[in-house]
């Protein structure tokens, strides 16, 4: 089992990024998928989830509104679009199913 993020970077308050999640090594549209994300000194925390088939998803508080998650099973990718980004979103984000260990996450940067 493998997840593979990509996608981050440094962006100035306000702006946006789209994070890809490759997962291989499993049956990926069997699968609920999730979005982590780990800030300095601080406890990785859930950021979002979404159903196997895509349709039910849910978020967490401080993102609701602002993040999309979504999924093509056909590319066994998982994606997290990041709108209105804040200081407080600095963040290593994952992805993980309950298959397999955390990938290598994707550094998110959010500053002026």
């Known amino acids: 089992v493998q997840y593979v993020e990509s996608g981050g970077g440094l962006v100035q308050p306000g702006g946006s990024l789209r994070l890809s999640c490759a997962a291989s090594?499993?049956?990926?549209?069997?699968?609920?998928m999730k979005w982590y994300r780990q800030a300095p000194g601080k406890e990785r925390e859930l950021v979002a989830t979404?159903?196997?088939?895509?349709?039910?998803?849910n978020y967490a508080d401080s993102v609701k509104g602002r993040f999309t998650i979504s999924r093509d099973n056909a590319k066994n990718t998982v994606y997290l679009q990041m709108n209105s980004l804040k200081p407080e979103d600095t963040a290593v984000y994952y992805c993980?199913?309950?298959?397999?260990?955390w990938g290598q996450g994707t550094q998110v940067t959010v500053s002026s």
């Open positions: 993980k199913s309950l298959r397999g260990d």
């Open positions: 090594g499993f049956t990926f549209s069997n699968y609920v």
């Open positions: 979404i159903s196997t088939a895509g349709g039910d998803t």
